[in-house]
C-alpha cells in the first residue's frame, strides 16, 4: 500500500505561481501511475494531470494545458505539480493519487492524499 500526502497549496494572487509536492511512502513507488484532481467548492472532483510510472507520459487537462507542469523524482518518491499563470478558477483543494493505470479515470486510482488548498485571488 502506498500512503500520499500533498504540501505546497496556499494563497496567492492571478498570475503568480505555486509548487504542490506529493510525498509517497510505502510500497515502491515507481511501480505506479500518479495523478493530479482537484475539487472546487460545489463542483465534482475533477482530472488535472498525470504521469507514468517512467515520466515519460504526461497528459494535462485542456483546462491547465500550458499552465501546469507534472513531473516525478523516483528516488524522492515524490511528485510536483508546478501552477503557473494561475487563475481565480483555478481555486480548489488539490488530491494527489497513486494507481497501477496510467488513466484519467478517477476509479483507477485507489490511494488518495488528504488534498491541500489552493486560493487564487483576482
Known amino acids: 500500500q502506498v500512503q500520499l500526502v500533498e504540501s505546497g497549496g496556499g494563497l496567492v494572487q492571478a498570475g503568480g505561481s505555486l509548487r504542490l509536492s506529493c510525498a509517497a511512502s510505502g510500497r515502491t513507488f515507481r511501480t505506479y501511475a500518479r495523478g493530479w484532481f482537484r475539487q472546487a467548492p460545489g463542483k465534482e472532483r475533477e482530472f488535472v494531470a498525470h504521469?507514468?510510472?517512467?515520466?515519460?507520459?504526461?497528459y494535462y487537462a485542456d483546462s491547465v494545458k500550458g499552465r501546469f507542469t507534472i513531473s516525478r523524482d523516483n528516488a524522492k518518491n515524490t511528485m510536483y505539480l508546478q501552477m503557473n499563470s494561475l487563475k481565480p478558477e483555478d481555486t480548489a483543494v488539490y488530491y494527489c493519487?497513486?494507481?497501477?493505470?496510467?488513466?484519467?479515470?478517477?476509479?483507477?486510482?485507489?490511494?488518495w492524499g488528504q488534498g491541500t488548498q489552493v486560493t487564487v485571488s483576482s
Open positions: 493519487a497513486a494507481g497501477s493505470t496510467y488513466t484519467t479515470n478517477q476509479a483507477s486510482y485507489d490511494t
Open positions: 504521469i507514468n510510472w517512467s515520466a515519460t507520459s504526461t
